[in-house]
């Protein structure tokens, strides 16, 4: 039997209505958002730092001034996030902590290597791509300051898929050698993107809740063929070819049958013995005690500036 309270709860949902900071919620809803909208906050972070690679590397000046603005959406969206996260009740010296400690996660996706400049159109298209498939329909979660956030964070991440379908299309169109590092970008990055929407729904611990919640609005394996079926043709258009043999429009179902990623590899990953995981967090960890003498003179001034108001 479902408490009252619970109950009252759950019809709001159902209504559509939005949670907000002060009202009352279930600890398992408090618990399960911030376990999610943390793990995303440290994925736009991290998500930094494979990009963060091309920007001293990137072949114009137009092109890294667009890789540096992209970047910088990143750290912001962190930022929007830590916030919304905030209002829940953990402080972002809390999040960091547990990121560091190895207690949270970030999104699979950023423990792999960015080797060439086409990864900069790969992760763009593709990453960017998956992120959005994912935070679209979040806008209309049931936080209210998670939904909020998800609007402005969706319209940059369209911004950042189509810089980077561009830099595909000029890869794909350019001389040999570049379309075939725009193919190689695709092959390494493919079954990465397929894993950003979390393992397949029979092994998804938290959809059920979740999504009776409405802090997920769509099942991992849905939105995993949304992103497929819309991306085949854009890698068509593109004239590289996605490395799934099996890869084929069902007619029946109007959608593509595909090629599962390595769940193993997926699992392994997350438990940190992906290729980048300790590069990743040893340079989290890096910016974190460099900024440690930043942190302490703002706390200086705002106590020297509270005593000047008392005074
Ligand atoms: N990378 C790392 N961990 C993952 C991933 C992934 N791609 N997918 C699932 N997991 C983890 C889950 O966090 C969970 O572990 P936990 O209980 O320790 O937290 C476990 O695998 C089981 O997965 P699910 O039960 O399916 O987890 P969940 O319901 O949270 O679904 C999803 C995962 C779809 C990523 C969800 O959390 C979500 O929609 N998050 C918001 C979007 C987001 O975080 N995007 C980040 C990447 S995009 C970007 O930032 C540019």
């Not at 009252?4 to 399960?32: L, S, T, V």
């Not at 085949?232 to 049958?257: C, F, I, M, R, S």
């Not at 460099?290 to 005593?307: L, P, Q, S």
């Amino acid at each position: 039997e479902m408490d009252p309270q619970e109950r009252a709860f759950q019809e709001r949902i159902d209504a559509g209505e939005k949670i907000e900071p002060k009202e009352w919620m279930p600890d398992g809803y408090r618990k399960n958002l911030i376990r999610q909208i943390g793990q995303h906050a440290h994925s736009e972070i991290v998500g930094q730092l494979p990009e963060g690679n091309w920007i001293t590397r990137a072949p114009t000046l137009e092109r890294k001034a667009i890789l540096l603005a992209k970047v910088q959406d990143e750290a912001g969206h962190g930022l929007y996030l830590y916030c919304a996260a905030e209002t829940l009740g953990v402080s972002r010296d809390e999040l960091f902590e547990m990121l560091h400690e190895g207690k949270m996660k970030y999104s699979s996706i950023f423990n792999y290597p960015t080797l060439t400049w086409a990864d900069m159109g790969a992760v763009g298209w593709l990453v960017d791509g998956a992120a959005i498939m994912n935070q679209v329909p979040l806008q209309r979660t049931s936080y209210g300051p998670y939904a909020r956030a998800m609007i402005r964070i969706c319209k940059e991440e369209s911004f950042h898929q189509r810089q980077g379908f561009d830099i595909m299309m000029k890869m794909a169109n350019g001389t040999a050698a570049q379309k075939r590092m725009a193919q190689d970008a695709l092959d390494r990055f493919w079954y990465p993107a397929l894993m950003m929407f979390g393992p397949s729904d029979k092994d998804s611990v938290h959809s059920a809740q979740s999504m009776a919640w409405k802090i997920k609005m769509n099942t991992n394996d849905e939105l995993r063929q949304k992103f497929v079926d819309q991306t085949v043709p854009q890698a068509e258009y593109l004239g590289l070819t996605v490395p799934d043999n099996d890869l084929k429009k069902n007619e029946e179902t109007g959608h593509y049958d595909f090629t599962q990623p390595d769940w193993a590899e997926f699992f392994d990953v997350l438990k940190g013995n992906g290729p980048c995981n300790a590069d990743r967090m040893a340079a989290r960890k890096e910016a974190w005690d460099g900024g440690a003498w930043v942190r302490e003179a703002m706390a200086a001034h705002a106590a020297k500036k509270k005593a000047a108001k008392l005074a």
